[in-house]
């Protein structure tokens, strides 16, 4: 178990399939994930991989001669209607997980861990500045599954690589349709016995080139909304940050280390070998860094911090601020005159008390004071 008071969890690996692991944006992070306490499945048609996000062309087989009955036309428009019900309908959660060689730890385990993906950084967390989501797998399920509707059907597994075959297909197979069934029993229904029959043909097998990013999914299947949201509750174990993160934004991270019990790790790289992560206490005094930032008193009584509780930065346009700007500010920077007056007209916040907030800016080896 990973928590507050027994972070060996990310350390050590007692099990592969005791976690899960989300890569994001701390912009994404920090306004949507966390302060809504839910992950999204997005449509299945948004994915990457042109695999899955270009339209399937399904091929129609009949065993009654159907072919002499219903034109080429329709059978496009059915083929068409069949890819809609398949696809678009389809609503996917893409997580990472573990490798069985991480377990137990041992020298290099850690380049096997769920956390520690070059690629993963780079294409997910906004090239290492973002952060990794560490999730309980089991209590992350048990989430998803409460959050369904009785008409949902969900598969779950981890995606098998391997390069599909260019070669004449069989007549059999996830992208053949049978043409009778969609006559006699309409397409709704067909769609629904194919995909119980080809789901993990259709929804679980990726090119070769993505077998790096060791995916675990859960897909939801249903005709009643294009996205699908869960609340992760406890399921949410610790943070992960990358190794170009910007330490300005730890403030914001504190108050969901606090709310979900989590641990605050952060991932480096030293001479090409990952290191960590090393974890950081969100309460736990520290050597004077900007690191540490979320232990010292002092920023919790940041006036900004007490208009924009949880650090949304898409609120920084809201003072005519940009995102570079806001976060100076928040890191102890001094407003201009025209930031300040922008900044007592949006809020409440008045000069007298931005001044006394800064002149409570604790120096080496004091200890921090709360402002007048």
Request: net charge neutral; glycine share 6%.
């Amino acid at each position: 178990m990973l928590s507050a008071s027994n972070p060996t969890g990310v350390l050590v690996l007692d099990k592969k399939d005791r976690y899960l692991y989300h890569y994001t944006s701390i912009e994404t992070a920090l306004s949507h994930i966390l302060p809504q306490g839910a992950l999204r499945l997005g449509p299945f048609t948004k994915t990457n991989d042109p695999r899955e996000s270009k339209d399937w062309k399904f091929v129609f087989v009949s065993y009654k001669n159907a072919f002499a009955e219903v034109s080429e036309e329709e059978r496009a428009r059915l083929a068409r209607e069949a890819a809609q019900l398949a696809k678009n309908t389809c609503k996917v959660l893409c997580l990472t997980e573990d490798d069985e060689r991480a377990v137990g730890g041992g020298i290099d385990s850690i380049y096997w861990r769920g956390f520690c993906r070059p690629r993963m950084w780079a294409q997910y967390a906004d090239k290492h500045r973002g952060i990794c989501l560490i999730f309980d797998r089991a209590q992350l399920r048990e989430s998803i599954m409460t959050s369904l509707e009785a008409s949902s059907v969900l598969f779950e597994r981890s995606v098998e690589y391997h390069n599909r075959s260019s070669a004449p297909p069989p007549s059999k197979g996830p992208f053949f349709l049978n043409l009778d069934s969609m006559r006699s029993d309409g397409p709704e229904r067909t769609i629904r016995k194919h995909i119980s029959e080809y789901w993990r043909e259709l929804f679980f097998e990726k090119a070769l080139d993505w077998q790096d990013e060791k995916e675990f999914r859960w897909v939801v299947w249903d005709l009643t909304h294009s996205e699908h949201f869960v609340n992760f509750g406890s399921a949410l174990r610790g943070i992960v940050v990358g190794p170009e993160f910007d330490d300005r934004l730890l403030p914001g991270l504190g108050d969901y280390v606090a709310r979900y019990d989590l641990y605050l790790c952060r991932l480096d790289w030293n001479n090409g070998v990952p290191q960590g992560p090393f974890p950081r206490r969100a309460s736990t005094p520290s050597p004077p860094s900007m690191w540490m930032t979320i232990a010292d008193e002092w920023p919790q009584y940041h006036p900004l911090r007490k208009w924009n509780p949880h650090w949304h930065l898409n609120r920084a346009a809201d003072l005519g601020l940009t995102v570079e700007r806001y976060l100076e500010l928040a890191a102890g920077g001094h407003p201009t005159p025209e930031e300040m007056k922008a900044i007592t007209e949006r809020t409440n916040i008045t000069e007298h008390q931005w001044i006394e907030w800064e002149k409570s800016k604790p120096r080496p080896g004091a200890e921090p004071s709360k402002p007048k």
